[in-house]
């Protein structure tokens, strides 16, 4: 049973969201904000968050970039849960690390199904027979760490960008157009601009050389 954490501050959106879970085979546990998360956090670790961008208290983006610049967590799946809509916001917490975006109001259904989705993307990852140092040509990829070096340099890379050249290195003799990528590292329902994969592409060529 996949244990899920739902970081929100509105009583009436939260508590709908952790009764669907609840009675959808998952465990939910509902968080006001990022000191009740990290409380929670500390005594055991999340297979996903659902994480609130506009908390009272809190800063969504600010919670999720102290996720995902930690080592320990960084690999917990976050899916954003908000009002806003405007593109760059999407965009903006997506580049942070976020596996998903799901706009306010939203269907049960749908976040469930979006839910499953993420937590099927990111659990091959964790496969117990993977490899963990990943090698092509002058680059090496430590997936425990989430290090990647380059000619022996280290590279600064986000997260979507660690995420694209692992999978393009492990993908490297399939022939990959913009959507597979768009799907596979972006999720399905990204509705960002196309030119986001060509953009990624063009800064990793630019940090790998």
Do not use: C
Not at 60 to 73: D, H, N, Q, T, V
């Amino acid at each position: 049973m996949h244990n899920i954490y739902v970081v929100e501050d509105e009583d009436n959106i939260r508590d709908l969201v952790v009764y669907a879970l609840n009675n959808s085979g998952f465990k939910a546990i509902g968080l006001l904000g990022y000191k009740e998360l990290k409380n929670e956090i500390l005594k055991k670790k999340p297979d996903l968050i659902i994480l609130d961008i506009m908390l009272e208290e809190d800063d969504g983006y600010a919670i999720l970039e102290k996720l995902k610049s930690s080592e320990e967590y960084s690999e917990i799946p976050v899916i954003m849960l908000t009002a806003k809509t405007d593109e760059m916001d999407k965009v903006r917490g997506l580049d942070m690390g976020a596996d998903d975006y799901i706009t306010k109001p939203f269907g049960v259904m749908e976040l469930i199904s979006r839910i499953k989705a993420v937590l099927r993307r990111t659990g091959v990852s964790k496969k117990p027979d993977s490899k963990n140092i990943v090698e092509f040509k002058n680059i090496v990829i430590d997936l425990d760490k989430r290090v990647v070096t380059a000619n022996n340099k280290v590279l600064k890379l986000t997260y979507k960008e660690f995420e694209l050249l692992l999978y393009l290195i492990e993908n490297k003799n399939i022939v990959l157009t913009r959507q597979k990528l768009t799907e596979e590292i972006w999720g399905f329902d990204y509705e960002g601009e196309t030119r986001t994969v060509d953009v990624h592409i063009r800064t990793l060529r630019q940090k790998t050389r």
